[in-house]
């Protein structure tokens, strides 16, 4: 009886330090708020005999400032110095129920967020899986920081700062080394007999120390079947046409990405700015729009994307927004360039530390281009009225962190 108390004492101390050397975290963001947008269209379904229609709308939107998500982090101390570390995390719309991405390709994309595993230690990170490049992390020195999903239509989702997956993917990131982080990241196409078809690479660097904050990431992926660059993948039912298409191009260059940002911190003020250049390849035998309508800035050649913007504290919790993006695309297959101008004003208030107030409002204007709206999907829900105009959209929300 003895020897068997003793044992369990014995199993129950290892299992104690065992429990004390690992650790799993669960958090999460819910984001929604009211949001008015002038001129928009709603594409409408045939299937289900609702008509497309134009006018002023008002609705409520998940994940204004940031994605609606719950996650799973967890690390192990395997001594040395040396973890294993995970991290797990699901989008949802939280104004539905649904699963993020549900009305695209990413339907069955439980964990479409990220999921990853991998070591952590003296020498940095290494994680395998489904991740964002460097530019989601230099983002923090940009209008994404602050207004989030509002400035994506403009840009940042086209220059990744809005943050775009790459699947099966390898990444290896640095320890701070005096404000300096570094980044290289190697996504597989994973395509029989053609390395090259569908694969994605990627490196970065920032620097931040005091006010200073400075970042520079480029982002090149290939064109495939089984691309790792998320943005490339092909709806959910291609026709025999794309599918031939990439096929016969798989291994050429599809999109290379470079972004250049900085961010200064003027007591109260930050104040920055960024610039990146997106060149796609894939795009330069797409025919020219139909006449009397306009291409859109996803698929143009080359876009130039520019930013201004400053966040100023008028307290400890209210912070003034303001910032400023101007696109510049050569449409493909049109020989004309296309220009897009938003101007961003907000607030955000904090009630917590966990929870906050914000409210914007945003003027998309576009020449030349098509306008897909300041909260536009990619089936043409809230596209301006016409394609070629300006649009106006407001709104007011709440954020909980968790």
């Known amino acids: 009886m003895k020897k068997s108390l003793l044992a369990l004492a014995v199993l129950g101390a290892f299992a104690g330090a065992a429990q004390a050397q690992s650790s799993v975290t669960i958090y999460g963001i819910v984001d929604t ?35 609606s998500r719950i996650g799973f982090k967890g690390v192990e101390d395997l001594g040395g110095g040396l973890n294993a570390v995970f991290n797990l995390e699901a ?34 990170s290494v994680l395998v899986g489904r991740q964002t490049d460097f530019a989601d992390t230099i983002s923090a020195f940009t209008s ?7 400035t994506g239509a403009v840009g940042h989702n086209l220059d990744r700062l ?33 390395t090259s078809a569908g694969q994605a690479f990627g490196a970065g660097a920032k620097y931040e120390n005091g006010p200073l904050g400075l970042g ?30 990439v096929a016969a191009n798989a291994g050429n260059t599809a999109a290379k990405v470079l972004n250049v940002v900085a961010s200064y911190q003027f ?9 990146s250049r997106v060149k796609q390849d894939l795009n330069a035998n797409l025919p020219a729009p139909a006449a009397g309508t ?29 910032s400023v993006q101007h696109t510049r695309a050569d449409i493909a297959g049109a020989g004309s360039k296309g ?46 009225g016409g394609a070629d105009g300006s649009q106006t959209a407001v709104a007011v929300g709440i954020r909980h962190k968790f």
């Open 216 to 245: 520079l990431n480029y982002y090149q992926s290939k064109q495939g079947v089984t691309p790792s660059d998320v943005s490339l993948q092909l709806a959910s039912s291609p026709t025999a046409a794309q599918t031939a298409a």
């Open 91 to 124: 989008g949802f719309d939280n104004d539905t129920g649904n699963l993020q991405g549900s009305n695209n390709t990413t339907a069955s994309n439980l964990f479409r967020r990220k999921s990853v595993v991998g070591l952590a230690g003296g020498f940095g």
């Open 339 to 384: 220009k897009l101008t938003q101007i961003n004003l907000g607030s955000d208030y904090w009630l917590s530390k966990r929870t906050d107030l914000y409210a914007f409002v945003s003027r998309i204007s576009a020449s030349n281009i098509a306008n897909t709206g300041v909260y536009g999907d990619a089936t043409g829900n809230n596209a301006t």
């Open 267 to 275: 007591g109260p003020a930050r104040v920055y700015g960024n610039w």
């Open 294 to 322: 306009f291409g859109t800035l996803a698929n143009s050649n080359k876009a130039d994307i520019y930013e201004l913007g400053t966040a100023y504290s008028l307290t400890p919790s209210l912070k003034l927004l303001g």
């Open 33 to 67: 708020g009211v949001v008015y947008t002038s001129k928009a269209v709603n594409a409408g379904s045939p299937a289900t005999g609702v008509p497309a229609s134009t006018g002023s709308k008002f609705g409520l939107n998940s994940g204004i400032v940031q994605g």
């Open 144 to 150: 994404v920081a602050d207004f989030g999903g509002v």
């Open 162 to 194: 809005q943050g775009v997956r790459t699947n099966n993917s390898i990444s290896y990131t640095t320890n701070n080394l005096g404000g300096f982080t570094g980044n290289l990241m190697y996504g597989f196409g994973e395509t029989a007999g053609q």
